[in-house]
């Protein structure tokens, strides 16, 4: 069953998002002033704790079952040269992903998360987006469920990432519409493309915009012009999870573009993810200032495949061991407080 059967099903589903569990949220507050620590001294691991509490909607919470979910998709704008590598790069990943031989096997492995790869009509990429819609309303929706269709009630935690080669200029378009500016300021190397590339790059987009200028300036329709299918998914998925109430940790430029047309109309769409890292690629600084989210790491990263948001979770997993672990003031026998 499709979770996004109809548009007017997706819309409302962004209409009625749910909200943290507020009692969750002051119990772990409380607890992290009980703790054998001054206050505010474990800095944003105190934050996160009480994060995913409000989440899970308990006081302590747990990470027994994540899964880091990647989609991958291809994009017929890359006729036009935006990227270093081919499309076929795509389906190689995707093979390797399911060899095992990826980043993102050995990073979700050690962040104890399950992982899940879909790889969406790699044979049929989408259309060309500077003359065309990149999808039409029903295979639009279609990548919505398939994103929404790996979140499962039993997760405690959900990575997003994706592989696509050339979707850094899809990216780029869907902020550049979602939240205006100079197209520049949304276009980086993405591969590895020289300068030319990049002007490339900023070409494509903008005659995109310019094609889809009269359109609707509405979630969907801004996705289903110029996103991808792993995008879409990526949407999908990240707006599944917050029915079910299951924290998101989202990775670089990409997956929180993803979220960007979503987030230009219902701004607390974001409430339930944390930013895993800040990436390399220039538009996701400011992007992440736009979506309202501070990420937990900084290391300069760039690959993509959700391997910055795996990485997160050892973070996230060390803030909720100190939160449950750490002894009270009562407990250690300390009077007072630190």
């Not at 869907?174 to 205006?180: I, K, P």
């Not at 607390?268 to 930013?275: K, L, N, Q």
Request: proline residues 4%; contains cysteine.
């Amino acid at each position: 069953m499709n979770a996004f059967a109809s548009v007017a099903a997706f819309e409302a589903a962004l209409g009625a998002l749910p909200a943290a569990d507020t009692s969750a949220i002051a119990a772990a507050r409380a607890r992290q002033g009980e703790l054998t620590k001054p206050p505010g001294s474990l800095g944003r691991l105190e934050d996160i704790a009480v994060f995913m509490a409000g989440w899970q909607g308990t006081v302590c919470s747990t990470l027994d079952t994540g899964r880091a979910a990647i989609f991958a998709g291809n994009h017929g704008f890359v006729v036009h040269g935006v990227s270093a590598f081919p499309a076929s790069v795509t389906e190689a990943m995707v093979t390797n992903f399911g060899a095992g031989g990826a980043a993102i096997n050995a990073l979700a492995g050690a962040a104890g998360l399950d992982l899940t790869v879909v790889a969406l009509a790699l044979d049929r990429p989408t259309a060309d987006f500077t003359i065309a819609p990149a999808m039409d309303a029903d295979e639009c929706l279609a990548a919505l469920s398939a994103g929404a269709a790996v979140v499962t009630p039993d997760l405690q935690i959900l990575t997003v990432g994706e592989m696509g080669i050339g979707n850094t200029t899809a990216a780029a378009a869907l902020c550049a519409r979602s939240f205006g500016g100079k197209t520049a300021e949304w276009v980086g190397p993405g591969t590895g493309v020289d300068s030319a590339g990049i002007a490339r790059k900023i070409a494509v987009i903008e005659r995109a915009l310019a094609h889809h200028g009269d359109a609707p300036y509405t979630p969907f329709e801004t996705l289903r012009r110029l996103g991808g299918r792993e995008i879409a998914a990526i949407a999908g998925a990240v707006v599944k999870a917050r029915q079910l109430r299951i924290p998101v940790v989202l990775d670089g430029f990409i997956t929180c573009a993803a979220l960007a047309p979503l987030a230009a109309a219902a701004p607390g769409v974001t409430d339930h993810c944390i930013a895993g890292h800040c990436s390399a690629e220039p538009g996701h600084v400011r992007l992440l200032d736009l979506l309202g989210l501070v990420p937990l790491l900084d290391l300069g990263l760039r690959l993509g495949e959700g391997s910055g948001a795996a990485l997160a979770v050892s973070v996230i997993r060390a803030a909720l061991a100190t939160h449950a672990q750490m002894a009270t003031f009562a407990e250690a026998g300390v009077a007072g407080s630190l």
